[in-house]
Every structure is written in C-alpha cells, then in structure tokens.
C-alpha cells in the first residue's frame, strides 16, 4: 500500500533561518506531489506542485521554494524564513492513473512551523 | 475559489442528529468535488467524492449531493457520532491534478 511521511511534525525556527521539509511517497512510482500550507483557523493553500522530478509549479508568490530531486521526494525549502510563514505544512500524493476511487489523493501528517 | 483567508464558521449538532455541511463551489470546469475530513493536529482525509455527471452518492454513513445549476455541493453525515467532530472541507479538482479547497466548517458534536 501507498504511505506518505513527512517531517518533522513540529518546527520552531528563527526569523531569517533557512527552512527544510521533506516529504517522501512509499508504495507508488511517479506521483504528483503536492505542498500546501493552513494558517489557524484557515483552509488550505496550494503552495507548490510537481508532476515529475525537476518539475514544479508554483501556485502563489512567496518566499519559498520546492525541489523535487527523486520520483518520490518533494522538499519544501527557504533561505530565510519571516514571521509570516508559520503555519501548518501539508504534503500530498495523488496517483496520475485512477487506481483509488478518488486517485489516490492523500495527505501526509503534516509539520506545524513557528517563526519566532 | 479557495477561501484561505476566512474563519471557519461552525456548525453544533446533537449527538444521534444528521449533519448537513454546505459548499459552495465556483469552477464549472471542475469534473470531480469531494469532502475531507480534518481531526485538529492531523492532514486531511478523503471521505468521499463525486463526479460532476452525477447529482448523488452514498457512502457509509454518508451522502453527496451536487447541484450544478446553483454549484452547490453538501455532506450529509447520518446519526452524527462524537467521532465525527472535525473541520470539513469541500474541494474541487479537474482530473485531480491538483484540488483546491474551499472553506472549511467545523462541526462540533454536543454529547
């Protein structure tokens, strides 16, 4: 079966820190990865993309950055992190063949990042 | 479109009740809609989805129903559990390429 981790669960990092998350699908083989990002309270938005490796889209400016090295790593990056980028971190897979009912779109634990 | 920006508003049912989560939704290209599920803490989780050619769909303990004309989406959670308290979102997608969110409504179960 298809797992997704991603880590760590929790992050507090200083303002103007460098920012690495990482996210790996296990039990699949080409996947479209995806980040989002959920403040308090909010719903979720789609940060980044990636339908194949090198490939990523960007779907809202930012101060942030994603790489997708390997078919089935996608990392979350920043040179410098600012107050405003705390938030919840939300990675996800979704099959490109409809194999599940809903493709596959799944979620991975997510990391709470605080900017202090 | 998404609604990042706004508060969830929330919606208090008794236990036993059914819940009925509204959504609505603006992309008529949009070909499946689906609702997650999201525990406090926790990633969301798929609880069911719908395609956009047809109008409803039962799963366990629950039910989707769409309305293309008003674009209009519901959830419908039978005998509401206390294990049923989260956040529900209502996306949608083309193809499930990529799925955007709407706003979310916070159900809250009264034992």
């Known amino acids: 079966s298809q797992t997704i981790h991603q880590w760590p669960a929790t992050l507090v990092q200083p303002v103007g820190s460098p920012l690495s998350l990482e996210c790996t699908v296990e039990?699949?083989?080409?996947?479209?990865l995806y980040w989002y990002r959920q403040a308090a309270g909010r719903g979720l938005q789609l940060l980044f993309y990636?339908?194949?490796?090198?490939?990523i889209s960007s779907e809202v400016p930012q101060n942030l950055s994603a790489s997708r090295p390997q078919d089935r790593q996608f990392i979350l990056s920043s040179k410098k992190l600012l107050l405003s980028d705390s938030g919840f971190y939300l990675c996800?897979?979704?099959?490109?063949?409809?194999?599940?009912?809903?493709?596959?779109?799944?979620f991975g634990s997510g990391t709470r990042l605080t900017v202090v | 479109g998404e609604s990042v920006g706004l508060h969830l508003p929330t919606l208090s049912v008794q236990e036993g009740d059914n819940s009925i989560i509204n959504c609505a939704y603006s992309?008529?290209?949009?070909?499946?809609f689906i609702w997650y599920k999201q525990e406090s803490g926790k990633g969301p989780q798929f609880i069911i989805d719908?395609?956009?050619?047809?109008d409803k769909r039962q799963g366990q303990r629950v039910t989707v129903l769409l309305n293309k004309t008003v674009k209009h989406l519901s959830l419908q959670i039978a005998a509401t559990q206390p294990g049923d308290s989260a956040v529900y979102f209502c996306?949608?997608?083309?193809?499930?390429?990529?799925?955007?969110f709407g706003t979310g409504t916070k159900l809250q179960v009264i034992p």
């Open positions: 996800a897979w979704s099959a490109k063949d409809r194999l599940l009912g809903n493709y596959g779109y799944t």
């Open positions: 039990g699949t083989s080409n996947p479209n």
């Open positions: 990636s339908v194949g490796i090198g490939q």
């Open positions: 992309n008529s290209a949009s070909d499946y």
């Open positions: 719908i395609r956009s050619n047809m």
């Open positions: 996306a949608e997608t083309r193809g499930y390429q990529k799925v955007t």
